[in-house]
T-cell receptor, first 113, second 117 residues
Framework: KQEVTQIPAALSVPEGENLVLNCSFT??????LQWFRQDPGKGLTSLLL?????REQTSGRLNASLDKSSGRSTLYIAASQPGDSATYLC????????????FGEGTQLTVNP | DGGITQSPKYLFRKEGQNVTLSCEQN?????MYWYRQDPGQGLRLIYY???????QKGDIAEGYSVSREKKESFPLTVTSAQKNPTAFYLC????????????????FGAGSRLTVL
């Protein structure tokens, strides 16, 4: 059974810092991996999707990398801003699971002004 | 604007009652999903549907039921058999489950918070 783990569970940084969020998964036979952002009491917003054949994806100040062989993905946020404060979740889709995603528990990020 | 609408946003239920959460999308997406989120936990899949009139159980389907009579709508009923229904429920959709890169990016609704009194 695929398990997805996110470390750390919570992170607090001063504004302007570059930071890295980690996601690990136990089954490397993934189809793709997706990073989401969730604001308190809200739904999820898709940030980046990395296909299994890709090594990284970039969107603005966000960069997500994927290393299937080690079962890891990282989300790099450059020059963090208070508006980046949210919970970040990663989710993987296995080749054998159809459209189902397995989610990590998330990392709660606070960026202090 | 296209999107997913969940209603109600907040719902209170007495023990023993069934409640139905609504999920409507105007994105012309084929696949729809229901997830449950508990504090400090990741999302867990309840049910999903890839086409109209068809749906499959997810990881925690016991005590829940769904229907998919229309492409746009995927209501979730939380039955009295669900032992611990207090949670945040999220509906999502995706264009299809095919191989192209953008096809299975999930779009989420704003969620419905159910509290059992």
């Amino acid at each position: 059974k695929q398990e997805v783990t996110q470390i750390p569970a919570a992170l607090s940084v001063p504004e302007g810092e570059n930071l890295v969020l980690n996601c690990s998964f136990t089954d490397s036979a993934i189809y793709n991996l997706q990073w989401f952002r969730q604001d308190p009491g809200k739904g999820l917003t898709s940030l980046l999707l990395i296909q299994s054949s890709q090594r990284e994806q970039t969107s603005g100040r966000l960069n997500a990398s994927l290393d299937k062989s080690s079962g890891r993905s990282t989300l790099y946020i450059a020059a963090s801003q208070p508006g980046d404060s949210a919970t970040y979740l990663c989710a993987v889709r296995l080749r054998t699971s159809g459209s189902r995603l397995t989610f990590g528990e998330g990392t709660q990020l606070t960026v202090n002004p | 604007d296209g999107g997913i609408t969940q209603s109600p946003k907040y719902l209170f239920r007495k023990e023993g009652q069934n409640v139905t959460l609504s999920c409507e999308q105007n994105l012309n997406h084929d696949a729809m999903y229901w997830y449950r989120q508990d504090p400090g936990q990741g999302l867990r899949l309840i049910y999903y549907s890839q086409i109209v009139n068809d749906f499959q159980k997810g990881d925690i389907a016991e005590g829940y039921s769904v229907s998919r009579e229309k492409k746009e709508s995927f209501p979730l009923t939380v039955t009295s058999a669900q032992k611990n229904p207090t949670a945040f429920y999220l509906c999502a959709s995706s264009l299809r489950t095919g191989a192209s890169s953008g096809a299975n990016v999930l779009t989420f609704g704003a969620g419905s918070r159910l509290t059992v009194l």
